[in-house]
T-cell receptor
Framework: GAGVSQSPSNKVTEKGKDVELRCDPI?????LYWYRQSLGQGLEFLIY????????KSGLPSDRFSAERTGGSVSTLTIQRTQQEDSAVYLC????????????FGPGTRLTVT | GESVGLHLPTLSVQEGDNSIINCAYS??????FIWYKQESGKGPQFIID?????DKRQGQRVTVLLNKTVKHLSLQIAATQPGDSAVYFC??????????FGQGTRLTINP
């Protein structure tokens, strides 16, 4: 079946511009996660959605970052006034239940801020 | 705070040999420990997990060992194949649903 998809696959933007990154999770998965991966580094948790519960935003690095999940499915991560240090691969994952142990990742969006 | 670290950033093994990837963790309250594999240009892929009340779990060609005394986790891959070349991440999960990932070990399989 279809996996997690993300768009765009690559995004180049100028410093100070806003960007929106999209994630389409696997159908029926109630949990959705956003992570950031800098070059050669591990994954940094950003935000977690579970069903209709309030999201866990504890990983968002600043108030320039926000995310929403509409209708319990598609999610958008928005970065306002982008900075060069925002350059990274942004990964989305979904999982079917509440354990969060086995997460299914998308291919990521590579963001470059010039 | 939570942190998960790895002993070695790179590991090279001969095709057909066994490989062992190590990981140290610091959060004794984590209830699951997980290994993910990330191939170039792709998102991480779940390999295997182990619950904190276990010390060993086997999968297909992989074995995960958990030593809670020294807070150490390892992934053993038997009879490595070229397709095993990737970056391997350990991760831990505590009470919250998020995973805390380590920095990764790059495994290279030499022909």
């Amino acid at each position: 079946g279809a996996g997690v998809s993300q768009s765009p696959s690559n995004k180049v933007t100028e410093k100070g511009k806003d960007v929106e990154l999209r994630c389409d999770p696997i159908s029926g998965h109630t949990a959705l996660y956003w992570y950031r991966q800098s070059l050669g580094q591990g994954l940094e948790f950003l935000i977690y959605f579970q069903g209709n519960s309030a999201p866990d935003k504890s990983g968002l690095p600043s108030d320039r970052f926000s995310a929403e999940r509409t209708g319990g499915s598609v999610s958008t991560l928005t970065i306002q006034r982008t900075q060069q240090e925002d350059s990274a691969v942004y990964l989305c994952a979904s999982s079917p239940g509440t354990s969060g142990v086995e997460q299914y990742f998308g291919p990521g969006t590579r963001l470059t801020v010039t | 705070g939570e942190s998960v670290g790895l002993h070695l950033p790179t590991l090279s093994v001969q095709e057909g040999d066994n490989s062992i990837i190590n990981c140290a963790y610091s959060n004794s309250a984590s209830d699951y420990f997980i290994w993910y594999k990330q191939e170039s240009g792709k998102g991480p892929q779940f390999i295997i997990d182990i619950r904190s009340n276990m010390d060993k779990r086997q999968g297909q060609r992989v074995t995960v060992l958990l030593n809670k005394t020294v807070k150490h986790l390892s992934l053993q891959i038997a009879a490595t194949q070229p397709g095993d070349s990737a970056v391997y991440f350990c991760a831990e999960k505590g009470g919250a649903q998020k995973l805390v990932f380590g920095q990764g070990t790059r495994l290279t399989i030499n022909p």
